[in-house]
């Protein structure tokens, strides 16, 4: 695929969460606060523009050049080839989402991940796991079948 192809159906994924940019906002909020975030005022900075460009539809923000001069204060004039700020902070990102994930696992209602080779974020809707209600009876069922083995009562 080549990159512009990337990049259109890294925004064609964006589209249907659009709708939902407040509580992608807040969870971007509670994800900037966390202890996995808090010691990097440049990771906290660079995650917030690019989510917040992506859900309101300026991709054309997302790239390279444009997230150097714009997130970090670089000249007009920046060289992408002898700065590599970008790219070592979007790595730092990456890797504090893992942790925050690892961490926290899916608290919250979206996850936000940012891909290698891309400046854009993707969004998923967390679904939290089913619950299977057991009764004592069938409790003592699954017990019998999946150890073989049922335990005598206490007196």
């Keep these: 695929m080549t990159g512009k192809a990337e990049h259109e159906a890294a925004v064609a994924k964006i589209a249907p969460f659009t709708k939902d940019e407040e509580a992608i906002s807040k969870q971007l909020d509670v994800i900037l606060e966390s202890q996995t975030f808090k010691g990097s005022r440049r990771s906290q900075d660079f995650l917030k523009f690019v989510v917040e460009k992506s859900l309101s539809g300026q991709f054309g923000d997302l790239k390279e050049r444009i997230l150097g001069i714009e997130i970090f204060g670089r000249s007009v004039t920046y060289d992408t080839s002898q700065d590599a ?4 902070t979007a790595r730092d ?5 893992g942790q925050y994930y690892e961490k ?8 936000i991940d940012l891909q290698p080779g891309s400046y854009i974020p993707e969004f998923s809707r967390i679904t939290a796991p089913a619950v299977t209600f057991v009764t004592p009876a069938e409790e003592s069922s699954l017990l019998t079948v999946t150890t073989g083995y049922t335990s005598r009562p206490m007196y």
């Design 85 to 88: 700020i970008v790219r070592v």
């Design 93 to 97: 990102v990456r890797k504090r989402l």
């Design 104 to 111: 926290f696992g899916s608290d919250g209602e979206f996850r």
